[in-house]
């Protein structure tokens, strides 16, 4: 949560040659004074734009405020401990439960993102007990701040933070006090964090939930730093994850689809314009979509149904799956850029398959569409229709009415 990648001869004779080049000539023309049926719709045209004002699934980010996902992102790492917390520790015990995060998230931007980050392992003590920093649901921007201001200051006779383009902040696993794992991002206009002459825009403070959740937790909450809203439900009384489970990194940060959505690696920029298919207008599209743990290929189509609002089908593999659960298929989601971070931003469709194929497993999550199944919203006018698979992707028909 945050607080607020050799020919061979020609023995034609010369008057066929002549003559083919003339209808050559006049198929050319033809191709470009008539239009093409049911053309695929540029990619721009299915980018939404986002309403909230803060991170949601828009593609307008204000990288004035958020930190742009692509190339080196350079980070300090730093450790505190507390009057009432002491550490007893070496700090590389804490670090090493969260610094795979960085391979983690190398891999799922298909190497256009790499966090370099400089731990500096020795503890630095906090000036107040754990107890004072309010790490609560609920916790405001103002007293989140302060704690980045605190441990910033008391890590920086020994840290030089002019070359750093964000901090993670690591407590003793003794502070039972800071629980949970909130981004930081500078608001503009105030005062915020400096040192060494650079203003700290972003941080990750993590919390006791690090020990349970690892180096996934790296890649969920450096990404809120790009813009990226929870996909999980902020209310509480009712599931945290029915919107989309762990089919993705910002929801249900433990779940079995290691793998952001082929929709936020768009993006983040980590999946090219090239690599989308867009159905904006009527019209229908075939196309063969590689999963998106693969970096080349297609890897999602899209098809807008307002200002705000598309679906996106995508192919998926390597996920955990259970003992019997069927791990590849199509996942089909609505995305909604009007839809405030931890309300339901994106939400999978469920598949829920009349019966299981042939071989008996049964479909993970019911959200994977198999080959010879179908999702339609006659409201939207949509229907993606799963028309062959393969061990790398799908192939599949999306169409707009």
Known sequence: MS???????????????????ALA??????????????????????????????????????????????????VGMLFVDFPDAPATEAPSEDSAQITAGADWLWYASYGRTWLAIDQHQRWVRMPRASTD????????????????????????PYVDFSGY??????????????????TYVYESGTAGVVAD????????????????????????????????????????????????????????????????????????????????????????????LTAVEYGSGTKLAVIRTGPTTAYVVESRRGIQADAGSCSTGALVYRVDASVQTGQGPVRVMDAKPAAAPAGGCRPLDDALFWAGESFTDAAAGVRIDVLAADGYGETVRIAKS
């Open 25 to 74: 000539a006049a198929l050319l023309l033809l191709l470009l004074v008539a239009p093409t049926a049911d053309a695929a719709d540029s990619p721009s045209a299915c980018a939404l734009r986002g309403t909230t004002g803060w991170t949601d699934e828009g593609h307008d980010t204000d990288y004035s405020v958020f930190r742009r996902p692509v190339g080196t992102v350079k």
């Open 3 to 21: 607080t607020r990648p050799g020919s061979r001869p020609n023995h034609r004779p010369t008057a066929t040659r002549g003559l083919s080049a």
């Open 197 to 288: 002459g650079r203003r700290v825009k972003w941080a990750v403070t993590f919390g006791q939930d690090m020990w349970h959740w690892g180096a996934k937790l790296v890649a969920h909450e450096t990404a809120h730093t790009f813009g990226l809203p929870d996909l999980y439900a902020f209310e509480t009384g009712n599931d945290a994850h029915r919107f989309v489970g762990g089919w993705d990194v910002m929801g249900l940060i433990g779940g079995r689809g290691p793998q952001f959505f082929a929709w936020h690696s768009w993006k983040l920029g980590w999946t090219g314009d090239g690599q989308v298919v867009c159905r904006a207008t009527k019209g229908s599209d075939t196309v063969y």
């Open 133 to 156: 920093y309010g790490f609560a649901r609920g916790l405001t921007h103002e007293t989140h701040e302060a704690y980045v201001k605190d441990a910033v200051a008391a890590a920086d």
């Open 165 to 182: 383009d964000m901090v993670y902040v690591v407590p003793t696993r003794h502070a039972a006090a800071i629980s949970f794992t909130p």
